[in-house]
C-alpha cells in the first residue's frame, strides 16, 4: 500500500496462470467468468470483480488490473484520501 498527499494505493498481486488480454476488458463485467467450465462449486459465480469495480467507482477511485499469462495477475486501486460533498465520509 503506498499514500500520497490525496490518494492512497492498494495492490494485491499473484504468481497464477495469469489472465489472457482478451478477456481483461471483461473480468469486472457480473457473471463474466473466464474459464467457463468451470463450476460454481469451483470457481465461484463471477462476481467478486464487479462489485469491487463499484465500490472503488463509488469512493471515486480507479481499478486497475495487469496480467501477463504464466505470471500472474495485479489488482490495484486508487481512492481519494480527502473527502469532498461528492463522496462523504
Not at 499473484?14 to 476488458?25: A, R
Not at 471483461?26 to 462449486?41: G, K, L, M, N, Q
Not at 463471477?46 to 495485479?74: C, M, P, R, Y
Request: aromatic letters at 4%; glycine letters at 10%.
Amino acid at each position: 500500500m503506498t499514500s500520497h498527499a490525496d490518494q492512497v494505493e492498494i495492490s494485491v498481486e499473484d504468481t497464477g496462470i495469469g489472465i489472457h488480454s482478451q478477456d481483461l476488458p471483461r473480468i469486472t463485467e457480473r457473471f463474466y467468468r473466464v474459464d467457463r467450465a468451470r463450476s460454481r462449486e469451483m470457481g465461484g459465480t463471477g462476481l467478486g470483480l464487479a462489485i469491487v469495480k463499484h465500490l472503488v467507482k463509488a469512493h471515486g477511485g480507479d481499478l486497475i488490473i495487469e496480467s501477463q499469462l504464466n505470471q500472474g495477475t495485479t489488482v490495484r486501486f486508487h481512492l481519494p484520501t480527502s473527502h469532498s460533498d461528492e463522496y462523504p465520509a
